[in-house]
């Protein structure tokens, strides 16, 4: 992956001795610090599974759907959890349209080996009929523009969006009690995923023989970076995966120091993923509410539109008697004044 990367930017040698020249002063181009994160931005669509991450240059759009198959025979009573990635040309001049490529799949891999291995999906809750009917969740990453660590940024995608995803809630009825019925939205609400912790993953970039290491490195860092190294660890400090990639030597003391690092990162990331589904689902329960206004507020308003327009002709012909008094009055003075 990272020759890849470093294939389609392309640096002349000055560019290179400055950036690593910079790393060794503990100063980045970007004005970070070693261990400093860039701006992390989460947003969601209208509809339920859809999320949009920006992380610097790096944007990512996650999309989750589901649908009803026959669960493998060694796992009868579990749903399963497949990963799909596209890289489109217009994130990055190297990336080619169609086939997964060799990043696409490496990239697929790590966010899955992060999710299945740690167990964070409950997939025992996607059973339907055992052995025969089970839930399988679909999540496609988008890469939408390369600007450096694709895997931090596609993963909280995918679990953004996996967060908000609604699948159709369905009985079993008939004689025999194996009649499926999906219920639409309208009629019964959907249900939630059942997701037990958020692993999150973070990425470290090694430089040089002098262990230089830095935290989110971006294109550039990553097109003469010598190793990478990627921690998937939760809030509570288990660390679900870990993937080494490059063939430089990291020694013991600086893998100990990363996964310190990473404990810290992870706590706040999950903390900026929890504040961001909430902002949501309180933004789609008052779009619930506003669409749907309650049966009191009807009658209200279907009252107000009868009896409004006898208020207003009320009050027409009650200025028109006041203007016919006052007209009456002037008269019976202005007569009084000729008279005497």
Same mark, same amino acid.
């Given at each position: 992956?990272?020759?890849? #990367?470093a294939?389609?930017?392309n640096m ?11 790393l060794?002063?503990? *100063? ?8 400093d994160?860039?701006?992390l ?9 859809s999320?949009e991450?920006q992380?610097?240059?790096?944007h ?7 649908? #009803? ?5 060694d796992?009868?009573?579990?749903? &399963?959890l ?11 001049s +190297? ?12 990239l697929?891999?790590?966010?899955d080996?992060?999710?299945?291995? +740690?167990?964070?999906i ?16 679909? $999540?496609?990453?988008h890469?939408l523009d ?8 596609a993963?909280?995608?995918a ?9 159709p809630?369905?009985? *079993?009825?008939?004689?025999?009690g194996?009649?499926?019925?999906v219920?639409p ?23 040089? &023989? ?9 294109l ?12 998937t ?5 288990? $660390?679900?995966?870990?993937q ?16 310190r690092?990473?404990?810290v990162? +992870? ?7 929890k ?5 949501y689902?309180?933004?789609?329960a ?7 206004? +309650?049966?009191a507020g ?9 009896? #409004? ?13 006041? *203007? *016919?008094i006052?007209?009456?009055g002037l ?5 009084s004044?000729t008279?005497?």
């Open positions: 992956m990272e020759q890849r #990367l294939n389609s930017w002349t040698v000055n560019e290179k001795n400055f950036i690593e020249t910079a060794l002063s503990d *100063l980045r181009v970007d004005g970070r610090r070693p261990f994160y860039r701006r931005t989460i947003k969601f669509g209208r509809e339920d599974g999320s991450v992380l610097g240059q790096t990512v759009m996650g999309f989750v759907t589901a649908q #009803l198959v026959q669960p493998f025979k796992r009868p009573n579990e749903g &399963s497949a990963i799909y990635t596209e890289f489109s040309p217009m994130a990055d +190297s990336f080619e349209a169609g086939r997964p490529g060799e990043s696409a799949v490496e697929g891999r790590i966010i080996r992060g999710l299945r291995e +740690s167990r964070a409950d997939t025992e809750s996607l059973c339907v009929l055992a052995g025969k009917l089970v839930w399988s969740i679909r $999540i496609d990453l890469i390369n600007g450096g660590n694709l895997v931090d940024a993963n909280i995608a679990l953004a969006a996996l967060l908000t995803f609604r699948r809630d369905c009985t *079993l009825g008939g004689e025999d194996q009649e499926l019925t219920h939205p309208e009629v019964r609400e959907p249900l939630p995923l059942i997701v037990h912790h958020l692993p999150i993953a973070v990425t470290f970039a090694f430089f040089t &023989s002098d262990s230089v290491v830095v935290i989110d490195p971006t550039s860092e990553e097109a003469i970076m010598k190793g990478r190294m990627t921690v660890i939760n809030t509570n400090g288990d $660390i679900c995966a870990i080494k990639g490059g063939g430089v030597g990291v020694m013991h003391n600086v893998v100990m120091q990363c996964l690092v990473a404990s990162k +992870s706590a706040d990331i999950t903390t900026k993923i504040e961001a589904v909430e902002s689902n309180t933004e789609k008052y779009r619930k509410v506003k669409r749907h206004p +309650s049966a009807d009658q209200i308003e279907s009252i107000y539109a009868v009896v #409004l327009p006898y208020y207003a002709v009320a009050a027409v012909q009650l200025q028109a008697s006041q *203007l *016919l006052y007209n009456i008269y019976m003075t202005l007569a004044d008279f005497y």
